[in-house]
């Protein structure tokens, strides 16, 4: 049974960090490309953060040099660590996984809001 479980979502004030947490089982998940991706109130998801099965990152402009998403392959978990964190950073954060290029999953998010 394939899951994906978000975790680390909260409260946060602005300048403040998180860390989001995606532990996955039920596929090949160090083959998989995974990504982190949000959704604030009445906008489209949006794309955040991907990282390759080799390791290698991407990142949206607006969270360059404040985001870092990383994995742990032993222990099938994807994390996104969130610096600096800004009130426009405010979203449900979901996390996607991709074990081939026609087959994807999601988690049911977790929900970031930054506000003092």
């Known amino acids: 049974q394939v899951q994906l479980v978000e975790s680390g979502g909260g409260l946060v004030q602005p300048g403040g960090s998180l860390r989001l947490s995606c532990a996955a089982s039920g596929f090949d998940f160090s083959a998989s490309q995974a990504a982190w991706y949000r959704q604030a109130p009445g906008s489209e998801r949006e794309w955040v953060a991907a990282i390759e099965s080799d390791g290698t990152t991407y990142y949206t402009n607006s969270v360059k040099g404040r985001f870092t998403i990383s994995r742990d392959n032993a222990g099938h978990t994807i994390y996104l660590q969130m610096n600096r964190l800004k009130p426009e950073d405010t979203a449900d954060y979901y996390c996607?996984?991709?074990?081939?290029?026609?087959?994807?999953?999601w988690g049911l998010g977790t929900q970031v809001t930054v506000s003092s």
């Open positions: 996607n996984v991709r074990p081939s290029s026609t087959v994807q999953y």
